[in-house]
């Protein structure tokens, strides 16, 4: 079931891309396997999903050593800082930094494991009250103030854009985004690229791709709907 899941998921990102005029390899599927058994995992894996987006730490540390080693973890949830130095040699990319404080912790965390920690700055492009994120405007500020720590290196923007009954509707989210990430670029900061857009999940990953996305992030489509009640430590 996943692993068709996953296949067909792949299938209509490929279409998209396609009939986007893009480049199939500026577009990755990450399979969101949060609350889900290792077993899942496992069939994702083996319809050839490599890349797994994870939002709790104690999450990714308990299915890091169960599955093949050739398995990109990315962390997409809010981390706590106290939470870095667990997954500081375990993940590939953490796209939710928004603070200061959370991108200096990733800095000495990433020094101690002795590697660079590709990083994506959160953005709250809708203004939600409910959202983590930096505000659009503060973006640019933010990045400079972080530009310069040793052992990250900014590489994109992600956002998590409202839930909508029609992916359609997020688009204007997705396409300022896009304008954020360009603005940003022309800026030409040191040791920051903006080769990187996440957006895009189960409502909306095809509008996202049509409007530059390189990553989408898919959950339910894949693995089914969640249940977090079932869960004891969610
Ligand atoms: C859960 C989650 C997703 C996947 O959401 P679906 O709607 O299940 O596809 C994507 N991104 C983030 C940050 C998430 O927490």
Same mark, same amino acid.
């Given at each position: 079931?996943?692993?068709?899941?996953?296949?067909? =998921?792949?299938? +209509?990102?490929?279409?998209?891309?396609?009939?986007?005029?893009?480049?199939?390899?500026?577009?990755?599927?990450?399979?969101?396997?949060?609350?889900?058994?290792?077993?899942?995992?496992?069939?994702?894996?083996?319809?050839?999903? $490599?890349?797994?987006?994870?939002?709790?730490? #104690?999450? *990714? +540390?308990?299915?890091? @050593?169960?599955?093949?080693? @050739? !398995?990109?973890?990315?962390? !997409? &949830?809010?981390?706590?800082?106290?939470?870095?130095?667990?997954?500081?040699?375990?993940?590939?990319? +953490?796209?939710? =930094?928004?603070?200061?404080?959370?991108?200096?912790?990733?800095?000495?965390?990433? !020094?101690?494991?002795? $590697?660079?920690?590709?990083?994506? !700055?959160?953005?709250?492009?809708?203004?939600?009250?409910?959202?983590? &994120?930096? /505000?659009?405007?503060?973006?640019?500020?933010?990045? $400079?103030?972080?530009?310069?720590?040793?052992?990250?290196?900014?590489?994109?923007?992600?956002? *998590?854009?409202?839930?909508?009954?029609?992916?359609?509707?997020?688009?204007?989210?997705?396409?300022?985004?896009? #304008?954020?990430?360009?603005? +940003? /670029?022309?800026?030409?900061?040191?040791?920051?690229?903006?080769?990187?857009?996440?957006?895009?999940?189960?409502? @909306?990953?095809?509008?996202?791709?049509?409007? &530059?996305?390189?990553?989408? $992030?898919?959950?339910?489509?894949?693995? &089914?709907?969640?249940?977090?009640?079932?869960?004891?430590?969610?």
């Amino acid at each position: 079931m996943v692993g068709q899941n996953y296949k067909e =998921v792949l299938s +209509i990102v490929q279409k998209t891309v396609e009939s986007a005029k893009r480049n199939p390899d500026d577009v990755t599927l990450i399979a969101v396997s949060k609350t889900k058994p290792v077993e899942l995992l496992q069939n994702a894996y083996d319809s050839g999903a $490599r890349d797994f987006g994870e939002n709790k730490v #104690q999450e *990714i +540390i308990a299915k890091y @050593d169960k599955l093949p080693e @050739d !398995i990109r973890w990315h962390m !997409i &949830g809010h981390l706590q800082t106290n939470k870095v130095k667990y997954i500081a040699d375990k993940v590939y990319m +953490i796209h939710s =930094v928004d603070t200061e404080k959370l991108a200096a912790t990733i800095s000495k965390e990433a !020094i101690k494991a002795g $590697r660079i920690i590709p990083v994506l !700055i959160e953005v709250n492009v809708a203004k939600e009250d409910t959202k983590y &994120g930096v /505000m659009p405007e503060e973006c640019e500020a933010f990045i $400079r103030s972080i530009s310069s720590l040793p052992g990250i290196i900014v590489k994109g923007l992600m956002t *998590i854009a409202p839930f909508v009954e029609n992916g359609e509707d997020n688009r204007v989210h997705f396409q300022a985004l896009k #304008q954020l990430s360009v603005d +940003i /670029m022309q800026k030409n900061i040191d040791n920051v690229s903006m080769e990187f857009l996440s957006m895009g999940m189960s409502g @909306d990953y095809e509008t996202a791709i049509e409007e &530059g996305a390189n990553f989408v $992030r898919v959950g339910t489509k894949i693995f &089914g709907e969640r249940n977090y009640l079932a869960q004891s430590d969610k």
